[in-house]
């Protein structure tokens, strides 16, 4: 079991907004300061599209990231077809790296 | 541009070994951690190991740990993952994955994969 929780699915009709979450549980909850979020097309490796809440350059404004508490948070607004796809989170402790298990997301 | 290519996968019987690689190319490789993250088929991302910059840390995944060894040869630019004592569910897409700062931090570049196929 992932010490990151995300939920399996989540859909939305284009234009809309949809969040995603990022839930940390487990020993290692208190020590998940910063995370991460990629998107992941079919047979291709994972792209980075949040870091500590920021946008990696060339990555739509669209997408926007947040964290309180134990849960962080991917939010893509104005949502369009070709955003299909994937989605993980990650952080990191001193000792390790998790993965969230990943979200589908349908668009309508 | 950064780049990350894979190599080494294969299909490979229960209990053998094999080893993987990771040329780097288009930043100071000796500058960054660097991660091995894998993905079974039709499953999730799984961090399998971190080693940092200088290759004076090393961490393992529980699944992992005591069967796998993470190392890197900066002089050449190349990661490495020796995996051994191999089982079916070692059965996995093998990313080589650059992290943001010298030891800790989020993976910001991945290559491609690598396939590996225990049976």
């Given at each position: 079991q992932s010490a990151l929780t995300q939920p399996a699915s989540?859909?939305?009709s284009p234009g809309q907004s949809i969040t995603i979450s990022c839930t940390a549980a487990g020993s290692d909850a208190g020590f998940y300061h910063y995370f991460?979020?990629?998107r992941q097309f079919p047979g291709k490796a994972p792209?980075?599209?949040?870091?500590?809440s920021n946008r990696p350059s060339g990555v739509s404004n669209r997408f926007s990231g947040s964290k309180s508490g134990y849960t962080a948070s991917l939010t893509i607004s104005g949502l369009q077809a070709d955003d299909e796809g994937l989605y993980y989170c990650s952080s990191y402790t001193t000792f390790s790296t998790a993965f969230g298990g990943g979200t589908k997301l349908?668009?309508? | 541009q950064v780049q990350l290519v894979e190599s080494g996968g294969g299909l490979v019987q229960p209990g053998r070994s094999l080893r993987l690689s990771c040329a780097a190319s288009g930043f100071d490789f000796s500058s960054y951690g660097m991660n091995w993250v894998r993905q079974a088929p039709g499953k999730g991302l799984e961090w399998v190991a971190t080693i940092w910059n200088d290759g004076s840390q090393e961490y393992y995944g529980d699944?992992?740990?005591g069967r796998f060894t993470i190392a890197r040869d900066n002089s050449k630019n190349t990661l490495y993952l020796e995996v051994s004592s191999l089982r079916v569910e070692d059965t996995a897409v093998y990313y080589c994955a650059k992290i943001s700062s010298p030891r800790l931090g989020y993976v910001d570049k991945w290559g491609q994969g690598t396939l590996v196929s225990v049976s």
């Open positions: 989540v859909s939305g991460s979020w990629y792209k980075l599209i949040i870091y500590d349908t668009v309508l | 699944s992992v740990k």
